[in-house]
């Protein structure tokens, strides 16, 4: 036995235990965490091997979105030029944020994890999300300072009881150990769903939605702001959004989303 085991045998009180390593402690809870809640997929449901993992098909089934990447859209680039590309779309009508990125486009898998998390109220998926969300947003994370969330209307939030970006804004925040202000926005007017409604009606129906509380304005002013949302479809959300945090002094608006809908004259159900 070498010198220094001797020293940890004598220091042990008579009759002591031998010292166990902290890992077979947390190996031996995982494994009965395991057998009273067998992992399973987070799109599925089907039994996998790991928890807060996808299986194999509805990996495949992920629409990735890699780059290149229009710098401003967010949205895929056929090829890459070199430099910073601005797609047909942003050069045409420019957004009121800086940039936007998104993990993957609103489709499949991704889209059944996005219903999950905002209808059904599966917050097992957050770890997952939250660390692809980091991924997909790492050219503009480490420039922001600041992660707001897009608020719930008041009433949408009684009903729902949670803000499914507020869950995603922290989540990031915790991740990146940048600033997490989750009132920094609200909504000061109800609005419809835009669920259904057309590219123009979307925009009318958040304009001038959002804006900064007085209250809370030096926590916007001048700070670089990472916004999270769900899903971008128009950017008429997001984009109201930016607006507010804008009009109240951010020195920029980036928006970091789950999905994007990459056919920008599709508007999904």
């Not at 042990?12 to 902290?22: I, K, L, T």
């Not at 809640?37 to 979105?65: E, K, Q, S």
């Not at 998104?102 to 770890?127: C, E, N, P, Q, W």
């Amino acid at each position: 036995m070498s010198e220094a085991g001797l020293d940890e045998e004598s220091e042990r009180p008579p009759g002591a235990a031998p010292a166990r390593e902290p890992g077979m402690l947390r190996r031996a809870l995982a494994a009965i965490s395991d057998l009273l809640m067998p992992p399973v997929c987070l799109a599925c449901r089907t039994p996998i091997g790991d928890h807060d993992a996808l299986c194999a098909g509805c990996w495949r089934d992920i629409d990735f979105i890699r780059p290149p990447l229009c710098d401003r859209l967010g949205l895929p680039m056929p090829f890459d030029t070199g430099g910073v590309m601005i797609s047909a779309a942003a050069a045409a009508d420019p957004p009121p944020y800086d940039r936007a990125r998104a993990i993957a486009a609103h489709t499949g898998s991704m889209r059944a994890l996005v219903h999950a998390l905002k209808f059904h109220d599966r917050h097992d998926v957050r770890r997952l999300l939250g660390k692809w969300l980091v991924e997909a947003g790492r050219d503009v994370v480490g420039e922001c300072e600041t992660v707001v969330p897009v608020p719930l209307a008041r009433r949408r939030l009684l009903v729902r009881r949670f803000n499914q970006a507020a869950i995603l804004a922290q989540e990031v925040a915790r991740l990146t150990g940048l600033g997490y202000e989750p009132l920094a926005l609200e909504r000061r007017r109800a609005t419809l769903s835009q669920v259904g409604l057309t590219r123009a009606a979307r925009q009318r129906n958040v304009a001038g939605a959002f804006a900064v509380p007085r209250r809370l304005e030096d926590r916007v002013r001048g700070r670089k702001i990472l916004l999270i949302d769900d899903v971008i479809t128009t950017g008429s959300t997001v984009g109201a959004c930016a607006r507010a945090l804008k009009r109240a002094g951010a020195s920029r608006v980036d928006v970091l989303a789950l999905a994007l809908v990459t056919d920008r004259g599709v508007i999904p159900s």
